[in-house]
C-alpha cells in the first residue's frame, strides 16, 4: 500500500468519522441531555455555595454548539486513527475485503478503546466524582485503555499463532476467552473509581450511562459502515465499477 493510498484512506477516514460524528451528536442531544440536565439540577440544589457572576458559557450553547464541536472534533480525530488502524490491518488479520475489514477495525476499536474501560470506570455526569480524585481516575481510566489495546493485540497475535494447529474458529475462541480472563483480572486489581453522592437519582445515572454507550457505539458503528464503502472504492474501484454496470445491465428497460 503506497503513501497516495494511505492518504486518500486518512482523508476518508476523517470524512467518515465526520459523518458518524452527526449522527452521534444528534443522539446525544436528544437522548443525553435529559440526564445531565438532571445531574445539574441535583449539583445546584446540593451545593453548599452560592454562584457568584455571570456563567461564562451558558448552558444552551453547552448543549449545542458546545456538544456538537466536541462530538465532531472527536469523531473526525478518531477517524483519522482508526483508518490508519485499518491500513494496518488489511491483510494482516484474514483475508477480509475493505469492508470487512473496516468493521472488524471499528468493533474491535469500540471494545477495547471504550467499552472495555467504560466497564470499570463509567462515564459520571455532573455531581457525580469528588473534584479531589479526578486527575487519579482520569490516569487510571488512560491507563487501562492501554492495557485493554494492548491485551487485545495480544489476543490476535495469540489466535494467529494458535490458527494452524487449531483451526481459524477455535483459535479465535480461545484468544477471545484469553482476553476476557486478562481484561478481568486487570480490572481486579485496578481500585475502583466511582464515588456517587448520596441521594442522586440511580435513574439518572443509568440513563447517563447508557447514553454514553449509546452515542459511542452509534460512532463506531456508523464509521465501520461509512468508512467500509469509502475504502472499498479506493481498494477495489474495478469491483465496484463492476457490480455497478452490472446492476444497470440487469435492469429491465422502462
Known sequence: MNSAIVRGLLVRGMLAGLGAGVLAFVFAYFVGEGSVDAAIAFEEANSHHAASGEELVSRSVQSTAGLATGVLVFGVALGGIA???????????????????AALTALTAFLTVYLVPTLKYPANPPAVGNPDTLD????????LIALSVLLGIAAVLLGRRLAPGWGNWNASIAAALAF?????????????????????PATDLWEFRMASVGVQALLWAAFG?????????????????????????SAPAA
Open 180 to 200: 476476557v480472563a486478562a481484561v478481568t483480572v486487570a480490572m481486579v486489581f485496578l481500585p475502583s473509581g466511582d464515588n456517587v453522592p448520596n441521594g442522586f
Open 225 to 249: 459502515l461509512l468508512f467500509g464503502y469509502l475504502a472499498e472504492r479506493v481498494l477495489e474501484p474495478k469491483a465496484t465499477a463492476s457490480a455497478g454496470r452490472g446492476a444497470e445491465l
Open 136 to 143: 487519579q481516575r482520569t490516569a487510571l481510566y488512560f491507563l
Open 83 to 101: 483508518a490508519l488502524a485499518f491500513c494496518f490491518a488489511l491483510g494482516r488479520i484474514g483475508r477480509f475485503g475493505a469492508r470487512a475489514t
